[in-house]
Structure formats: structure tokens, C-alpha cells
């Protein structure tokens, strides 16, 4: 990092237990965010991510530890937080009287935009997210997607120089999911924004994060940049193969998934020879043999 690099985050041994509960939700959490980094935070279900987020725009407090934005204690300045972080929760969108333009608009007038710039900013984000033709529908009309797309140009309004988005492309088809990725990626690139994204779809993350960190049980059990944390697997290279009746594997393959006869299986690089003479793979109508995800390097921590 160079001398003028700033942090977008500076999270200190942050602990957080919810009420009863055994668990702890975050346990001695310590890292930091680049100004201007795209970062992604991976887990499964229950992992902690949400409750680690919900700290770092000042809606839940931790038990123990800090959390600076920028150099601000996030909750000992929370308009601070507030002006600076947009945050994309996975829970529904609220403004569903609103047409798709006035919960733009006033999204953006309410983060201190004048009319004429709030208007500009509406059309330019309806435009980028391709919702132009729905401006004029009520939300609550909108489809699952569509308002997840709303909830995102909502998210983006006023500029903030972060943003945290959780799961921001769920629900989306194909080609809208595509248009998202481009977006970020543009407002990362070309507006040097400071992006913190949750999701569990590692392998379209892995086109545009720069860092990841994996969590589980409350803790970051990896934390590196894509290629690192792939290259640091023993088992680096992705078998996909399509089996018929009666056909088996040989048992050095860690099996990761198998659905009707399609295996995905995890091989150590050494391993790959005595597999390619102990298989004919050609024999099989399917296969594929390629270096490690972010996925693998996912099922493998979380
Ligand atoms: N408001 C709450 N009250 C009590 N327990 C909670 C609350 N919110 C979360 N938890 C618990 O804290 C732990 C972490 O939950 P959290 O929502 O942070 O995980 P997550 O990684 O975001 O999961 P998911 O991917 O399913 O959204 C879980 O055991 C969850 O049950």
C-alpha cells in the first residue's frame, strides 16, 4: 500500500454474540478494507457475514472491538457512516407506493441532491440498470428481480464512496445478472469506488473481486486475493465428469458434488497422471479438467 493509500476499513477483533445464544455470531474478526478495493465476503449460511456488515454500517454493535471508516469510528459517527456507505441489505425493498422514478428521485434528493441533479441521477441510474421502461410502474408491481434492481440503483444514489451490497445479484436472470457485474465493476474501475459485496456465487465474484475473505463460524478462515487463496489448495484442479451405470472413480478423488451421474471431484496436481492412466476419460460422453475456482477454494474453507 502506498504512503497515500487510504483504508476504506479498519475492523479490529470484533466480537459479537446475540442474546442466549451459545455461539458467538462474530468471533475476533480483524481486517482491512483498501480505499477503493473490490471485496468480496464469502460463508455459508449462518456463517456471520450479515450480522459482520450490519456492524460495519453501525446498525448493530459489537460486544468488544472497533470498526473505522476512513478513519471514523463508525459508531461514534453515524451520519458519517451513513453519507458514505450505500448499503444493499437482502431483506425487501420498503417504498412499494412509490413509482420506480420517485423512489429513485427521492432516494437521491434525501442524500442531499438538489432537484436537477436528483433528476439527472434518477434517469442515469434507470438507464444503467435497465429499468427505463418500468419508470413509471408502482414498485409493489415490480417482479422479484426488478426490485432487486431498483434496490440497487436506490442503493447507488448520492455517489457513496462505498458501497456494501449483499447479494445484490439474486433473483436475477442470466443477462441482468451480467449487466450488474458490468455496473460494479465500471463504478470500481472507473469511479475508483470501494465495493464490499456478500454472495455465494463465487464463481461469477471471482470476474471481479480483488480480495476475498471466506467466514465460518464467525471467523475469517481465509482471507487473500482469488489466485493466492487458489494456488494455496493441495487439491488444485477441478475433474467434471458424467458417469454411466456400473461406472466408479478411483477412491484417491475427492468427490465435492454428484447429481444424477455428474460428479465434480477435486484432484491433487500430483495425483492427475496415475488418474489419466487409470481412467480412459475419453470414454466418457462428458468431462472437464481445469485449474481450481473460488468455488473450490469456497467448499473447501466454509
Ligand atoms: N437478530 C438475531 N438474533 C439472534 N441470532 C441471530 C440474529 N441474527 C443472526 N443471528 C445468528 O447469528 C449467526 C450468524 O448469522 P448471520 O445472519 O450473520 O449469518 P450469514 O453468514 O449472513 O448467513 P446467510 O448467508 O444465511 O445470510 C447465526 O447463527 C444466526 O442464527
Known amino acids: 500500500m502506498s504512503a497515500d493509500q487510504r483504508y476504506a476499513y479498519e475492523v479490529e477483533d470484533l466480537h459479537k454474540r446475540y442474546g442466549d445464544s451459545t455461539e458467538p455470531a462474530n468471533a475476533g474478526l480483524s481486517f482491512r478494507i483498501e480505499e477503493g478495493e473490490f471485496f468480496g465476503l464469502l460463508g455459508s449460511n449462518g456463517a456471520g457475514k450479515t450480522t459482520l456488515i450490519k456492524q460495519m454500517i453501525g446498525l448493530v454493535r459489537p460486544d468488544r472491538g ?16 451513513t453519507t458514505h456507505v450505500g448499503y444493499m441489505p437482502q431483506t425487501a425493498f420498503a417504498l412499494n407506493s412509490l413509482t420506480v422514478r420517485e423512489a429513485v428521485y427521492f432516494s437521491a434528493h434525501l442524500r442531499g441532491m438538489s432537484i436537477r441533479a436528483a433528476k439527472r441521477e434518477r434517469d442515469t441510474l434507470l438507464e444503467a440498470l435497465g429499468l427505463t421502461a418500468l419508470a413509471r410502474k408502482v414498485v409493489r408491481q415490480l417482479s422479484g428481480g426488478e426490485r432487486r434492481l431498483l434496490q440497487l440503483a436506490v442503493t447507488l444514489t448520492g455517489a457513496p464512496p462505498v458501497l456494501i451490497l449483499d447479494e445484490p445479484t439474486n433473483e436475477l436472470d442470466p443477462s441482468r445478472r451480467r449487466q450488474v457485474w458490468d455496473l460494479l465493476r465500471d463504478l470500481h474501475q472507473r469511479d475508483g469506488r470501494t465495493v464490499i459485496l456478500i454472495t455465494h456465487n463465487a464463481i461469477e465474484a471471482e470476474q471481479v473481486i480483488e480480495r476475498v475473505g471466506i467466514m465460518r463460524e464467525g471467523e475469517l478462515v481465509a482471507l487473500g486475493a482469488p489466485a493466492e487463496l487458489k494456488s494455496s489448495l493441495r487439491s488444485r484442479v477441478r475433474l467434471t465428469i458424467t458417469l454411466g451405470e456400473g461406472d466408479v472413480l478411483p477412491d484417491y478423488l475427492r468427490i465435492q458434488s454428484e447429481h444424477r451421474g455428474r460428479v465434480v471431484a477435486l484432484v491433487d496436481s500430483a495425483d492427475l497422471p496415475r488418474l489419466t492412466k487409470d481412467v480412459d476419460l475419453t470414454r466418457f460422453p462428458e468431462f472437464t479438467i481445469h485449474t481450481a475456482t473460488l468455488e473450490d477454494v469456497y467448499v473447501t474453507y466454509a
Open 66 to 81: 472497533s470498526i473505522r471508516l476512513f478513519g471514523h469510528d463508525v459508531f461514534a459517527h453515524s451520519r458519517y457512516t
